[in-house]
C-alpha cells in the first residue's frame, strides 16, 4: 500500500481511544486523514504537525453529509459510539453506524475496522446471547450492531475490534472512564488490601490500542485479513489487581477476607442494593478473560504499558506512601 495514497476516515477522534489513534496515525504514517468529530475545540492534539490532517466538524447523525468524501475513503476506523439514552443510542450506535458503512465504496475501500466491546464475547469469543437480553443500551446496540455489520455488503473487509478494560487520557487527552473514578479507587485502597474476591479480566490502554489499528492501517492490500480481535493485555485475577494497585498506593496488604458468593449476596441484601440485569450477570460470569486477547507484544511490537503498574503510573497519579484512614 502506498502510504500517500491512503485516506483514511475516523470517526469518534475527539474520544479517548480515537484521540490515541489519531496522534498515531498523524506521527507514524503519511496516510491523508479525516476526522470526524462533534466539537473541534475537543480535539487537543496537534492535528497541523504536518500536511493531509483534515479536521471535519460533524455528527454520525448527519453522516450523509459526507457521502462524497466516504466514497473515496481507503480506510475507514468507527469508534464512535453513544453510550446512554436507548433512542440516542441505538441511533448512532447502529443506525448511523450501518448508514456510513453502506455509504463506503467496494472498488475503493479495502478495510473498515470497528470497535465493539469485549463484554459481548464468552472465554471461547463467541458472541453472548446474554448481551442481547441482559446488556446495558450500549451493550445491546452494539451486539446489534454487530450481527447487522457481518451481513452487510463490506463484511468482508471488516475488523472487529473488542477492547477489554480501557485505560487512557491526560491533561491534554479526554480521560476514559476507567481513568476518570481512579481517585476513587486510591481513596478506597486502605480498605481493599483487607478483600479477596473471585473473578478475572484483561485491560489495555488506549496507546497500546493505537498500535494495534496502526498496524491493521498500514497492511499492504495483500496482507491484510479481516480479524475478530480482543484486545487486552495478560489476564489479571482481581486479587492479583488489588495487591498491585495496593503497593503502587503504599498499602501493605493484610489478612484478606474472601468475599464468597454467599456473602456477597447477604452484602446485596442486607444493604438493599438494587442490581441491573446485566450487573446480575456480570456477578455471577466474574471470569472475563479470552483465550486469545492481543496487544502490541502479540504483534511483535513493544506495548507502551505492558503491566497494571504501568498503566496506573501512565495515570499520572504519583506513587503512593502507606495512607492511613481518616
Same mark, same amino acid.
Given at each position: 500500500m502506498d502510504r500517500h495514497q491512503t485516506r483514511v476516515f475516523l470517526t469518534g477522534a475527539s474520544g479517548c481511544v480515537g484521540q490515541y489513534i489519531a496522534e498515531a496515525l498523524i506521527e507514524q504514517t503519511d496516510?491523508?486523514?479525516?476526522?470526524?468529530?462533534?466539537?473541534?475545540?475537543?480535539?487537543?492534539?496537534?492535528?497541523r504537525q504536518r500536511d493531509g490532517v483534515h479536521v471535519i466538524q460533524g455528527n454520525l447523525n448527519d453522516i450523509g453529509q459526507q457521502a462524497d468524501?466516504?466514497?473515496?475513503?481507503?480506510?475507514?476506523?468507527?469508534?464512535?459510539?453513544?453510550?446512554?439514552g436507548a433512542t440516542e443510542t441505538h441511533n448512532i450506535n447502529v443506525s448511523r453506524t450501518l448508514q456510513l458503512v453502506n455509504l463506503l465504496d467496494r472498488e475503493t475501500c479495502d478495510r473498515v475496522l470497528y470497535f465493539s466491546t469485549a463484554s459481548l464475547l464468552d472465554r471461547d469469543e463467541n458472541v453472548l446471547r446474554e448481551a442481547a437480553h441482559f446488556g446495558t443500551d450500549y451493550i445491546r446496540t452494539k451486539y446489534d450492531a454487530l450481527q447487522q455489520l457481518r451481513r452487510s455488503p463490506m463484511a468482508d473487509r %471488516?475488523?472487529? /475490534? =473488542?477492547?477489554?478494560?480501557?485505560?487512557?487520557?491526560?491533561?491534554?487527552?479526554?480521560? $476514559?472512564?476507567? *481513568?476518570?473514578? %481512579?481517585?476513587? /479507587? =486510591?481513596?478506597?485502597?486502605?480498605?481493599?488490601?483487607?478483600?479477596?474476591?473471585?473473578? $478475572?479480566?484483561? *485491560?489495555?490502554?488506549a496507546q497500546d490500542i493505537a498500535q494495534v489499528v496502526t498496524h491493521l492501517v498500514l497492511q499492504p492490500p495483500s496482507e491484510y485479513v479481516p480479524q475478530s480481535w480482543v484486545l487486552g493485555g495478560k489476564a489479571y485475577s482481581v486479587n492479583e489487581a488489588i495487591a498491585e494497585v495496593c503497593h503502587y498506593c503504599g498499602q501493605p496488604i493484610g489478612v484478606r477476607v474472601e468475599l464468597k458468593s454467599w456473602l456477597l449476596e447477604a452484602v446485596i441484601k442486607l444493604f438493599r442494593i438494587q442490581l441491573a440485569a446485566w450487573d446480575r450477570f456480570c456477578l455471577d460470569y466474574r471470569h472475563f478473560v479470552y483465550t486469545k486477547a492481543i496487544n502490541p507484544a502479540s504483534l511483535g511490537m513493544v506495548p507502551y504499558y505492558a503491566t497494571l503498574g504501568d498503566i496506573l503510573q501512565a495515570s499520572g497519579i504519583a506513587v503512593g506512601e502507606p495512607k492511613k484512614h481518616g
Open positions: 496516510c491523508e486523514l479525516f476526522l470526524l468529530v462533534r466539537d473541534p475545540a475537543k480535539l487537543t492534539i496537534d492535528t468524501l466516504l466514497k473515496t475513503v481507503h480506510c475507514a476506523i468507527l469508534t464512535a459510539a453513544a453510550w446512554g %471488516l475488523t472487529v /475490534l =473488542f477492547p477489554t478494560l480501557v485505560w487512557g487520557g491526560d491533561d491534554r487527552k479526554r480521560r $476514559s472512564h476507567l *481513568n476518570s473514578g %481512579l481517585s476513587d /479507587l =486510591f481513596k478506597w485502597s486502605w480498605l481493599l488490601r483487607f478483600i479477596k474476591l473471585d473473578g $478475572s479480566f484483561h *485491560n489495555i490502554h
